[in-house]
């Protein structure tokens, strides 16, 4: 029984042991010396969002992926579990500490456009992955509340604000302006332009995300229904609650 | 003894006669004919056998004829269905009444009638007012009628029908539709095959009970792979064209499309920067319009990079690189915004006196990038493509007068100062 035990649990360690070329990355990360365990990976993968948010987006979106690609229901587990830490980042806060200019909405758009991959990948692996009802209806909440949040985000009738190549005062280099009181001006308007792109551009991608996505959404939703009848009214729930 | 053993050989011979005798009985027994079944012409096999696919063509293409065809035998007829003559006792079958009766279960599609009912075929025109749909179809009976027997011909039953109603597996031909939407309402035609780079697409498949497989041609990592009746899409970070493919059942339907990258623009100004009296400088405004306008470039962003400048004269000393703020996003008209000028107040590089000749510019050059490709100013190496443009920025104060001329785009203005 116990070499049984050992044999399940060796086959358990490699099934899960992250070992292509896709993922040497996440080896390389998750720093030398390690198994390279998927659990690894993902402590690392969770601990880049202190360092880089691009860093961070960019290796959980691959690491997401090679999971997903799996379609394997253990795995979509494992997917369900990245999506939950990146989906609770929110792209209206600029994680990295950037120069005294920080172009805003570059830093978010990084964010959000992981997270639009997320939900629409959690959802597509889903249905690859053979994944059990009860992990379908926990990838409908989580959608569901990206949904919210970016409906929430929305404003409506919004006016695009202008923006400029270069702004008042000139085309010219910050450094060259002497008067501290006048430089601090420039920035300001500088900044001010920077911010009108950056909300022009948000409010340009919310609505587009669900303008693009929300027929996906819906007909998953309807497809996870139609497999298991009894868990309709949790998904109306969830789906009422998103804004649908 | 030797009578024991006759009836014992005897009683052998008794058992192979009766075992003889009944095997012609076995094999006088009719087997029958085996189900119906059906066969399906013109329209597309999938990798299940009963599932076929047709395409909705659009207005004014010719219409997809579907032919099913019945396949299925009759029943042999019985020896009393037979008729007997009256004078030797020789038999025959009677006359058919007509052709075989078909009779299908079928949606859609009109038999081949002839005078005695519908024959074995079915034939359907899919064209662009075909419903997308499942669409059913099975055979479900075929008879034959007999004529009495005439004449000296006469049989112990009434008229002979021979059916056989073991009904074919039902297939299902799937008319379907895939339509694309440009998700940018300028240009109008949102149905363009012709998209810029990064453009947002919908393709959609109906009726929408269908799931497809969707993948994309330069998606080597299936990160974009998709299934539903809906997918959403981006045209190539770059020119070039891109395949979109639907997979139904096995089978791969693809539609191409032709990936633009911005060419060329075009400006005009909008405003100018306003002076105090006895001020000089000038600047303006500037809409500027990025090639081609046949696509959309809404998820296309510019970036001015960083140049130095060319001085001369009184400019000398008083203007130092150009220093761009921010990439812009096209906006749905594929506009963006520009200012270009001596600058104003404070910052103005020509409020200083004595005025004299002078003149600086920038070369300006410039990148473009998808939306959707992550790079930030900060990091310009990720900004690979650029194009033909007009971006030299130049600006002349002519003389003591103060009077500065300022020009971008190939459009210039100039302002003097009132004294």
């Given amino acids: 029984m116990k070499i049984i035990i050992a044999i399940i649990t060796v086959s358990l360690t490699i099934a899960f042991s992250i070992s292509d070329a896709a993922t040497s990355d996440y080896k390389a990360i998750a720093s030398s010396g390690t198994t390279g365990s998927i659990n690894e990976a993902e402590a690392v993968v969770f601990g880049l969002w202190q360092e880089s948010s691009r860093m961070y987006c960019d290796q959980i979106m691959r690491l997401f992926e090679e999971l997903g690609n799996r379609r394997d229901p253990e795995m979509f587990k494992e997917c369900i579990k990245l999506s939950k830490d990146l989906l609770s980042k929110n792209y209206d806060v600029i994680p990295d500490g950037n120069n005294s200019i920080p172009d805003l909405w570059e830093y978010r758009r990084v964010l959000f456009l992981a997270q639009e991959q997320c939900v629409n990948r959690l959802r597509y692996y889903a249905e690859m992955s053979n994944a059990s009802v009860t992990d379908k209806v926990e990838a409908v909440k989580l959608i569901a509340g990206f949904f919210r949040k970016v409906r929430t985000g929305i404003i409506p009738g919004y006016v695009d604000k202008p923006v400029f190549y270069n702004v008042i005062p000139g085309d010219v280099d910050l450094n060259s302006i002497a008067d501290p009181k006048l430089r601090i001006d420039c920035i300001n308007k500088i900044k001010q332009n920077m911010q009108n792109k950056a909300d022009n551009e948000k409010q340009y991608l919310l609505p587009k995300f669900l303008r693009l996505y929300s027929k996906q959404y819906q007909q998953f939703c309807a497809r996870v229904v139609a497999e298991s009848p009894d868990v309709s009214q949790t998904m109306a729930g969830i789906l009422k609650d998103a804004g649908f | ?419």
């Fill in chain 2, 1 to 419: 003894m030797k009578t024991r053993t006759m009836k014992n050989l005897y009683a052998f011979i008794a058992l192979v006669a009766a075992l003889l005798r009944l095997e012609p009985c076995a094999f006088a027994q009719n087997p029958g004919p085996g189900p119906l079944t059906i066969t399906v012409s013109t329209a597309t096999p999938t990798d299940d056998p009963n599932y076929y696919l047709v395409e909705v063509g659009d207005d004014g293409d010719p219409a997809t004829t579907i032919q099913i065809t019945g396949v299925g035998d009759i029943p042999s007829l019985q020896s009393d269905m037979l008729c007997t003559c009256g004078y030797n006792g020789q038999t025959a079958a009677p006359d058919t009444d007509g052709n075989r009766v078909y009779t299908f279960e079928n949606d859609e599609g009109v038999g081949d009638q002839d005078d005695n009912g519908v024959g074995p075929d079915i034939f359907w025109d899919v064209d662009s007012n075909t419903t997308p749909n499942e669409y059913k179809f099975a055979l479900q009976d075929i008879t034959q009628f007999y004529l009495s027997c005439t004449g000296s011909w006469t049989n112990g039953s009434t008229t002979a029908t021979q059916e056989n109603s073991q009904a074919s597996p039902t297939i299902t031909i799937l008319a379907y539709k895939i339509t694309t939407t440009c998700d940018a309402d300028i240009p109008v035609d949102k149905t363009r095959t012709t998209i810029g780079v990064g453009e947002d697409v919908t393709a959609t498949i109906l009726p929408a009970s269908v799931v497809a497989q969707w993948t994309l041609s330069n998606d080597p990592d299936g990160s974009h792979t998709d299934n539903g009746s809906t997918y959403s899409f981006h045209g190539a970070d770059n020119s070039g064209s891109l395949d979109v493919s639907a997979a139904i059942h096995g089978v791969t339907k693809t539609l191409t499309f032709t990936i633009v990258a911005p060419n060329g623009e075009n400006a005009w100004i909008t405003g100018g920067d306003g002076y105090y009296n006895d001020e000089a400088g000038c600047g303006m405004e500037f809409q500027v319009c990025t090639w081609p306008t046949d696509v959309s470039l809404h998820n296309v962003e510019i970036l001015e990079l960083t140049c130095p400048a060319v001085t001369d004269g009184y400019f000398n000393t008083r203007v130092s690189s150009h220093h761009p703020n921010v990439p812009i996003q096209l906006t749905n008209l594929n506009y963006s915004s520009d200012h270009s000028g001596t600058g104003t107040g404070f910052n103005n590089a020509a409020k200083f006196k004595p005025w004299a000749w002078g003149t600086y510019s920038y070369d300006i050059p410039l990148r473009w990038k998808s939306l959707y490709q992550s790079g930030t100013p900060q990091d310009p190496t990720l900004w690979g493509y650029s194009f033909s443009s007009n971006r030299f920025s130049g600006t002349v104060m002519t003389g003591t007068n103060g009077e500065v001329i300022h020009g971008k785009f190939g459009q210039s203005g100039s302002r003097t100062p009132t004294p």
